[in-house]
């Protein structure tokens, strides 16, 4: 009867495999078809020049570190940002949380583009003149900050009650039970939502070409404008960023299953 059974699952398990092996491949040629529709539609109706494509795809390539920089220093001014804001909104000082709720309120109620041109074209006005790259960063920094600060404050109370009171039974500090015991809960469930901000903000970060940041768009631009091509230079464009959507959503859920791992070898012992 054992060897029946083991003989059964072990079928039911290789039907199963075989099944998500054509699944895959099905997958996969769906995709290989439309990526061949799209570049076919490309070749055919935007009359590519590929002595062109050579030329300007390498001089749009170059803008992919400086869009990397922004987006990475942004993230980091965000983040920080956020926890502080988070902790903020979460004070019982009156004060505190109005200045927290202040800054999430006018940060996520007023659009991205007019926060970036704040920083540079009005600053100017009052004698506060910043490279387009901090501008960049400061603009896109404290509106995802604003965003993120929600985030952070769920995920802080997203840590049951219960542990904060047994920290405190056994004599920890408000201080010391946050950091041991609330902050990395918090943190494995707030790490997932900053990989998605941060590939929003890959994208977001070609608001940039507006005040003159030479990223992959501003460079595309003003290549294709040269030889009335922006359409093909655009294209080229779009191309980069959604490979490095990809590449970057790919890296963010290796994260996030490995977390998800993690939390179920501790259910696993616990």
Do not use: H
Request: aromatic share 10%.
């Amino acid at each position: 009867m054992e060897q029946d059974a083991r003989a059964l699952a072990q079928a039911v398990a290789a039907d199963e495999a075989r099944r998500a092996a054509r699944w895959q491949l099905r997958f996969r040629l769906g995709w290989g078809l439309l990526i061949a529709l799209l570049a076919g539609f490309m070749v055919i109706s935007l009359n590519v020049e590929l002595d062109f494509i050579a030329r300007a795809t390498p001089f749009i390539i170059e803008g992919i570190w400086l869009t990397l920089i922004v987006s990475a220093a942004s993230i980091v001014l965000a983040t920080f940002l956020a926890a502080v804001g988070a902790l903020g909104r979460l004070s019982s000082n009156a004060i505190v949380n109005a200045l927290a709720s202040f800054y999430v309120s006018f940060f996520r109620g007023t659009p991205l583009l007019l926060q970036l041109l704040v920083w540079y074209l009005a600053l100017p006005q009052v004698g506060i003149i910043l490279d387009p790259i901090f501008c960049a960063i400061g603009a896109l920094g404290m509106n995802y900050g604003a965003y993120m600060t929600e985030i952070f404050r769920a995920g802080i109370q997203a840590v049951p009650l219960g542990q904060r009171e047994a920290a405190a039974a056994l004599g920890m500090s408000s201080r010391t039970a946050f950091l041991r015991i609330v902050a990395p809960q918090a943190f494995r469930i707030i790490v997932p939502a900053i990989g998605n901000d941060f590939v929003a903000m890959l994208k977001d970060s070609a608001l940039a070409s507006t005040v003159a940041l030479q990223e992959i768009v501003w460079r595309a631009r003003n290549v294709g404008q040269k030889e009335f091509k922006t359409l093909q230079t655009f294209m080229i464009a779009a191309m980069i960023y959604w490979a490095l959507t990809i590449i970057f959503s790919t890296f963010q859920n290796r994260i996030e299953k490995r977390l998800a791992a993690g939390d179920r070898n501790k259910e696993t012992k616990g």
